[in-house]
């Protein structure tokens, strides 16, 4: 039982598909254990069940569906993982480094600059995009290969924000 003001341990979604915890993840292997937990827990293998036996169910199936959800995306796989090794990395408690806030405005700032401008944007994008991979392979090494939490929970800040950047430039496109 927690006591108050101890957070609940973490659910382990890795476990509930039977996988072994890791950063990279062959997403084939997530799928079909998903699909497979999806089979025996979907709502719709209850129908004439007890509604106790449906809300469980429900509940079942919603989380199952988190945890797809969670562990496909690698900023939010590696934010679990994360949880797991009992490392917050919330962004209300993290202090970016002047250097990663330097960063951002750049960030911004060419964004800006790129806004109407179609081949400026596509340029924009490959930049993110090969940024992004490339702190993406860094996660890897840090959470599969090393084990080093922390400097992976800064690192997962900083993919964080290049996701709100990648939602900027996908609305700059649109306003294209």
Known sequence: MNTVG??????NYYALFGIEPAFVLDIQVLE????????MVHPDQFVGAAASAQRLALAE???ANEAYRTLKSPVERARHLLRL????CDLDSARPSPAFLM??????????AAAGNAQALADFEDELAESTADMVAELARLLDEQRS???A????LHLQF???????LDAAFDRL
């Open 6 to 11: 101890t957070p609940a341990p973490a659910t």
């Open 32 to 39: 079909r254990a998903f699909r497979a937990l999806q089979r």
């Open 61 to 63: 199936a919603s989380l």
């Open 85 to 88: 090794n009992h490392i917050d």
């Open 103 to 112: 960063r951002q405005m750049e960030y911004h700032e060419a964004l800006a």
């Open 149 to 151: 939490y922390a400097e």
């Open 153 to 156: 929970a800064a690192l997962v």
């Open 162 to 168: 290049f996701e709100r950047l990648r939602v900027q």
